[in-house]
């Protein structure tokens, strides 16, 4: 069965300050998929990044980065110079192998609040 | 270009009752899925429909059910209410191959 694990259920840090949130999952897949999304007071789901168990490379996009080490299983977020905007919480997803195209059932982590203090 | 639309986005009823909820997805997108999340549980997979068959079921008992229309537009209905099913109900669109979820803004259902 799989399974995601955010140990941070809240963090809080000063604007500017860098701050990183861990994620790990558990699979017995060799081909899966992590996602990590956004879900600000509003409720919407926004979608931040989609990464396949075949590329380890890490990404940066702007101010955000992800850092994918399959050898822990971990799959972790990291914004820099955070912003008050950035609160939210943050939701680590993993989705094993697509049975015929289209989406699989994500199973999400508890998620991790992130509080932005000005 | 629209997002994902849900309604209606707030409703309340009381135990016994049932509920419809409504997903309109992105143009093209042909997969919506069903999410709930609660304060407990967290978020959780509800079902999956493309091109009107249901392919992905989560763990849910069967007084959850939904359907897809041919213009991919999805309906999910929760009959006899439990005070449990009190939730953000999250409908999410995607494309064939891109695996990428997209989300509405959800439905809260209060069960009174």
């Known amino acids: 069965a799989q399974k995601v694990t955010q140990a941070q259920t809240e963090i809080s840090v000063v604007e500017k300050e860098d701050v990183t949130l861990d994620c790990v999952y558990e699979?017995?897949?060799?081909?899966?998929?992590l996602f990590w999304y956004k879900q600000p007071p509003s409720g919407e789901l926004v979608f931040l990044i989609r990464?396949?168990?075949?590329?380890?490379q890490n990404e940066i996009s702007g101010r955000y980065s992800w850092n994918f080490q399959k050898s822990t299983s971990s799959f972790n977020f990291t914004i820099t110079a955070s912003q008050v905007v950035d609160s939210a919480v943050y939701f680590c997803a993993l989705s094993e192998e697509y049975s015929g195209g289209g989406a699989d059932g994500l199973t999400f982590g508890k998620g991790t609040h992130l509080i932005i203090q000005p | 270009k629209a997002g994902v639309t849900q309604t209606p986005r707030y409703l309340i009823k009381t135990r016994g009752q049932q509920v419809t909820l409504s997903c309109s997805p992105i143009?093209?997108?042909?997969?919506v899925s069903w999410y709930q999340q609660t304060p407990g549980q967290g978020l959780q997979f509800l079902f999956e429909y493309f091109s009107e068959t249901q392919r992905n079921k989560g763990n849910f008992p069967g007084r959850f059910s939904g359907r897809q229309f041919s213009n991919s537009r999805s309906e999910m209905n929760v009959s006899t209410l439990e005070l449990g099913d009190s939730a953000l109900y999250l409908c999410?669109?995607?494309?064939?191959?891109?695996?990428?979820?997209?989300f509405g803004e959800g439905s809260r259902l209060t069960v009174l």
């Open positions: 990464r396949n168990s075949f590329d380890e």
């Open positions: 999410a669109s995607s494309l064939l191959s891109t695996g990428e979820l997209f």
């Open positions: 699979t017995r897949d060799t081909t899966y998929y």
């Open positions: 143009s093209g997108h042909r997969s």
